[in-house]
């Protein structure tokens, strides 16, 4: 049966070039302790990483081809072995031998002859320190770890929320398909574009911000779970009242949104951008949009974004009352709006990555029911 009291025993390294100093060191620490030796500074380096690691290192300071001095730097710049606390071994007593020591990581210094009591209260006292810092290490490393989980959880809840709710109003205007998926894609695209543009670059500063309005922009029509389904679903166009009352479903999405935020009971910056793309994607350059009829830079740039993404997917797209339209009558549309209903910037970037919208929409094709 294996000695288990042996195994659970703190191992120390001795680090001596002369074999009677190797000797007294085991023969003092062997009944506390599981002892390594190393008679030189090149073994000790290998002994060090041979097995388990040492919990301390007794490291003498002079010793031929290889000195403790620079056996504690290359513990020390090992990240295995940089943790392992180092006591000096020296009749060196100058206190500039100390300071260089310490510089180098040790953490003590015991003065040959050695004296058996201050030997073993020593390695006592930073075994004791070093378990503290394990302690202490493993602790920290859980919490990162258990925050890096959390904020998984977080975005994982967020991307369900905007996901459930963007179904829902997916499930009103079933003829829409895939539209909230490309449109997502299109917006993204557009935004990683723009992002060095001396217009944009201020606000599409990081990835973090682009993923946010990618994720938003699926809630752009949510307010459509507020309107009427004859009016919804009709198959031909809008009476100017019935258009009235499509309006609304902008202030719909952002009060929808913000009504999810209540019952969170804290405002959401995840959802800052999805009440702001619900809103004001229907918002027009020259202000002759709604629900505001806001125009130019007063348009948030994320419903700038969503207006072209928007607009080219209803054109290309079938719906009951009209077939979608080529690629190329798409574009010649948006041009056609570009400094009137769309941001001439947004327009340009479009243009430039025309081609990947044709493989979005290609990606997310609507299937035939």
């Known amino acids: 049966m294996a000695d288990t009291s042996y195994?659970?025993?703190?191992?120390?390294?001795?680090?001596?070039?002369?074999?009677?100093?190797?000797?007294?060191?085991?023969?003092?620490?062997?009944?506390?302790?599981?002892?390594?030796?190393?008679?030189?500074?090149e073994r000790a380096l290998k002994v060090a990483l041979t097995g388990a690691l040492p919990d301390i290192i007794l490291l003498d300071v002079m010793m031929p081809v290889m000195d403790g001095y620079e056996t504690c730097r290359l513990l020390k710049a090992n990240p295995k072995t940089r943790d392992i606390p180092v006591i000096f071994l020296t009749v060196k007593t100058d206190i500039e031998d100390e300071i260089h020591g310490f510089e180098l990581g040790a953490v003590d210094f015991i003065s040959k002859p050695i004296s058996p009591p201050v030997l073993l209260a020593r390695v006592q006292t930073h075994l004791q320190l070093k378990r503290v810092r394990d302690y202490l290490k493993d602790q920290n490393e859980f919490l990162e770890a258990e925050v890096r989980r959390r904020t998984q959880e977080i975005v994982a809840a967020q991307e369900v929320t905007i996901l459930v709710m963007a179904s829902l109003g997916e499930t009103r205007d079933n003829e829409t398909g895939n539209h909230i998926r490309r449109t997502q894609f299109y917006v993204r695209a557009l935004a990683e574009k723009l992002r060095d543009h001396p217009r944009f670059s201020y606000f599409l500063d990081d990835d973090t911000t682009i993923d946010l309005l990618y994720k938003s922009a699926t809630l752009h029509d949510i307010g459509k779970i507020g309107i009427f389904d004859s009016i919804l679903l009709k198959p031909g166009r809008f009476t100017e009242e019935e258009f009235e009352i499509m309006k609304t479903h902008c202030i719909l999405g952002r009060d929808s949104i913000i009504a999810a935020e209540r019952r969170l009971g804290v405002e959401q910056p995840y959802l800052s951008f999805a009440k702001e793309i619900a809103y004001t994607h229907q918002e027009k350059w020259d202000g002759t949009g709604y629900p505001e009829g806001l125009s130019g830079d007063d348009i948030p740039i994320s419903g700038r974004l969503m207006a072209v993404a928007d607009v080219y997917d209803a054109l290309i797209c079938r719906r009951v009352y009209k077939e979608g339209m080529p690629h190329e009558k798409a574009v010649e549309i948006i041009v056609e709006g570009k400094g009137s209903h769309f941001d001439p910037d947004v327009v340009d970037a479009f243009l430039e990555i025309a081609d990947e919208f044709i493989q979005i929409a290609k990606r997310f094709e609507d299937t035939e029911h």
Do not use: E, R, T, W
């Not at 070039?17 to 190393?38: F, Q, R, T, W």
């Open 7 to 41: 195994m659970n025993k703190p191992a120390i390294l001795v680090v001596d070039d002369a074999p009677d100093n190797l000797s007294l060191m085991s023969g003092l620490l062997k009944d506390h302790y599981k002892v390594k030796i190393a008679n030189n500074g």
